[in-house]
């Protein structure tokens, strides 16, 4: 069934950094107990096991039993599953010491991004993170400091309203936010340690009428609308619409 509790639906991002936590400490706790069974001592070559995600997206599941067909599968996404897709991504970029491949399964029709027939296609909702994050999202992740209100979800204590990631590639900056709150902007200062703005800030936001709009053939709700802010010195305030998905680029000094 689609998830009816829009709170916690959009929270499940959490559920994903707790496994790759999981993961990534039972892998250092058998690294470190490695024994060399020559010397009969710990094994300390630096070698690494990463993670990867062989297959990851939203999918409900939605469909009966009774029912049978090629189409069985295409699911039609809205607003809230960009958001929680947003999330996603922010989660691995967070997670990239540990996280080094990711797969979105699947990419055309089937819990997929592209959606088409015979006579022409349309973009999904989810469509425009994962084309704003594999476009912009390079070199090296940021581990940012995080701090405002939160709330508590069916499933978690403390879900911040704010879920954000940050790479930078040089001095280009890329900052992606997920504004979960339905109703309300956050107004969120963006504060560097020892480098400033330089120029203008380039905005993708990704939203639509309401949580629950999707597209389709001839119908686009949501999608990515880019705009620029003027900035300077080493903060920016900006404020992050409700049940929206944005991403700032940057050059810095």
Known sequence: MRRADYAD??????????????????INAAMSNRIDHVTGALARDGRKIHIALDEW???????????????????????????????????????????????????VNVIAPIFTNDKGLFLQTIYYPLQLFGTHVKGNSLELL???????????????????SGALDGNNLVVNVVNRHPDQAMDVVIGLEDKS??????????????IKAQNDFGQTLVSAHERSVSTGGNSLTYSFPPHSYTQLKAVLT
């Open 146 to 164: 995080v701090d405002g209100p939160s709330y508590k979800s069916k499933r978690f204590d403390q879900v911040p309203y704010i879920d954000a």
């Open 9 to 26: 639906f959009v929270a499940s991002p959490i559920e994903m950094d707790q496994k790759i936590d999981t993961l990534a400490g039972l």
């Open 57 to 107: 997206n939203v999918w409900y599941r939605a469909r009966g039993d009774s029912q049978r067909g090629r189409r069985i599968l295409e699911e039609h996404y809205n607003l809230e599953d960009a958001l929680v897709i947003a999330g996603f991504l922010n989660s691995l970029v967070n997670h990239a010491d540990v996280v080094k491949i990711a797969n979105l399964a699947q990419l």
């Open 197 to 210: 703005f330089s120029g203008a800030v380039t905005v993708s936001e990704v939203n639509g009428p309401d």
